[in-house]
Structure formats: C-alpha cells, structure tokens
C-alpha cells in the first residue's frame, strides 16, 4: 500500500475538504494582529475553547502591547489560570509586549525572523500569524495537522518541521491559504485521535489510513455547530 499521495489525489483531498468548509478560519477569537499573537501563544497546550474564555475579559482590558505591559504579569495571570502553564504564559506575554514596543513600535512584525525572535513565539505560532492576518501561504503544524497529514498521507514526516516541509510541497497552490485551518478543523472535528469518525469522512476513500473504520464511500458531510467563529 502507498505511504504517500499522489499530488493528484491531494488535489482532491483539498478540494474536498474545501466545499465543506469555503471558508474556513481559526477559531481563536481576536480583535488584531497583536490579541491574534497573545492568542496563539496562549493556545498552546490548551484548547482554542479555552483560551477564548480567558482572552475575552483580558482583551477588553488589554489589546495592545501597552495596555497589557501596565495590566502586569500578575493581573494577566489572573486572568489565564484555566490555562495550562499559565505561568510562564503570563511572562511570555508580557515579555513579547515589551519587545513589540521597544523594537517594533507596538506593531506586530511581517518578517519570520521577527516574529520567532520574541518570547514565547515559536514556528508554529510564527506560521498561523503569517497566514491569519498577512495571508502568506504557511501551514501550522500542531498536533491535528501533524496527525491528519501522517494519517492521510499527505505526509509521513517524524517531525513537525518535517512534516511542515512536506505538506507544503504536496499542496497545490490553490489551497494553500486555507491547508492549515481545513486539515485542523478536520483533525477536531472528524478525524480526531483516539477513533477517527471514517464513516462521516469525505475523504475517507483517498485517506491511506489502514486502521480506518467501515465505509470508505465519500459522504456529503457538513462543518459541525461551533466549527467557525466570528473575529470579535
């Protein structure tokens, strides 16, 4: 059996995911570029639920640079402790809040480099700034990504820098702009860790999964209630 796709039959992948979702987005809710940033940082670990709960209050309070380095670390501890290592979130945050106003004039920075270079700002973080708010063509490699792609195969890196490089290799320019938020909504939505929902999947007779479940046929399936959330 093939390990990999055919760039053919990514294209249909895509273009499956695509007509279920057209429009797809992150489900992190944000106001800016900067409360974008906060958020993704925020996010790791955690789930997007999560952090829109602690982020709602805090960003009505805080949503620039500014007003979050005068909240303070321990006021927007208070705010994030449902989350997971709260803690060092919480002086991540702050810490990228003075580097965004001593060496970007309180603008979240286009260049990659910039943006890894702050506190608590990784690649993956780096990727979904890049692609939600300047459109540039990135994927974000969380763990859905990593397991839909390996489990499709779309991808069979060990990595998530390897399986980054290939997703971005395999994806047709097209769908490059939305290849992250379908293959994450599809990741938590259907084809989810412990018991991927295959019978539902509209790509479940492309998908190389071998442990598949039952009917493999394409169904018309539609994006799940709370799928999509509006940007506050």
């Not at 839909?148 to 769908?175: C, F, H, W």
Request: with cysteine; proline share 6%.
């Amino acid at each position: 059996m093939a390990k990999r796709l055919t760039k053919a039959k990514a294209e249909e992948l895509y273009a499956r995911l695509a007509h279920v979702r057209p429009d797809p987005k992150t489900e992190l809710e944000y106001t800016n570029p900067y409360t974008l940033l906060v958020a993704v940082v925020l996010s790791a670990q955690a789930t997007d639920k999560g952090v829109n709960r602690a982020t709602g209050p805090l960003f009505q309070i805080a949503d620039t640079p500014a007003a979050m380095v005068k909240l303070g670390e321990a006021k927007v501890g208070d705010h994030i402790k449902a989350i997971g290592l709260w803690r060092n979130k919480a002086k991540n945050v702050i810490a990228l809040s003075q580097a965004l106003i001593d060496q970007h004039g309180g603008e979240v920075p286009r260049e990659r480099e910039a943006l890894e270079a702050l506190p608590g700002v990784g690649r993956k973080t780096a990727n979904v700034v890049l692609m939600e708010i300047f459109g540039e063509g990135t994927i974000a490699v969380d763990t859905h990504v990593f397991r839909v792609g390996n489990r499709t195969g779309l991808s069979d890196g060990k990595t998530p820098n390897e399986v980054e490089a290939q997703l971005m290799r395999i994806t047709p320019q097209k769908y490059l702009r939305g290849a992250h938020h379908w293959l994450i909504l599809h990741g938590r939505y259907t084809c989810i860790a412990r018991k991927p929902e295959c019978p539902r999947c509209v790509i479940a007779d492309i998908c190389l999964y071998k442990p598949k479940t039952r009917a493999i046929a394409p169904t018309k399936a539609s994006a799940p209630s709370g799928a999509k959330s509006k940007k506050r």
